[in-house]
C-alpha cells in the first residue's frame, strides 16, 4: 500500500480530482492509489483550503455514489474496453 507522502504531485493531483468528481467511488481511489477513505479525507485536508475542504466534506459526506457498497446495483456506467476494471 502506498502512503499518501510517497505520492508524486501528479499522482496528488489525481488523486484529489478523483475525489471532486462525484461518480468517483472511494474504493477506485484505494484501488488504484492504495488509499482508503480516510487517507483519502487527510489529503484533501492537507492539499486544499479549509474552506474548499469543508465544502468538499459536506458533498460528499453519506453520498452514496461515493461508496460502493451504497450504490444501486443497476446504476453501471459505461467502461470502455481499454480501461482497468474495477472490482468491488
Do not use: C
Not at 493531483?13 to 487527510?42: C, N, S
Amino acid at each position: 500500500m502506498k502512503a499518501a507522502k510517497n505520492l508524486t504531485a501528479e499522482e496528488i493531483d489525481r488523486v484529489v480530482e478523483m475525489a471532486w468528481e462525484d461518480r468517483t467511488p472511494f474504493e477506485a481511489i484505494e484501488i488504484q492509489f492504495g488509499l482508503k477513505e480516510k487517507d483519502v479525507i487527510k489529503l484533501m485536508r492537507k492539499e486544499m483550503k479549509e474552506s474548499s475542504f469543508r465544502m468538499w466534506r459536506k458533498r460528499v459526506n453519506h453520498r452514496s455514489t461515493k461508496h460502493a457498497a451504497m450504490k444501486k446495483k443497476e446504476a453501471k456506467r459505461f467502461r470502455a474496453p481499454d480501461q482497468k476494471p474495477i472490482s468491488y
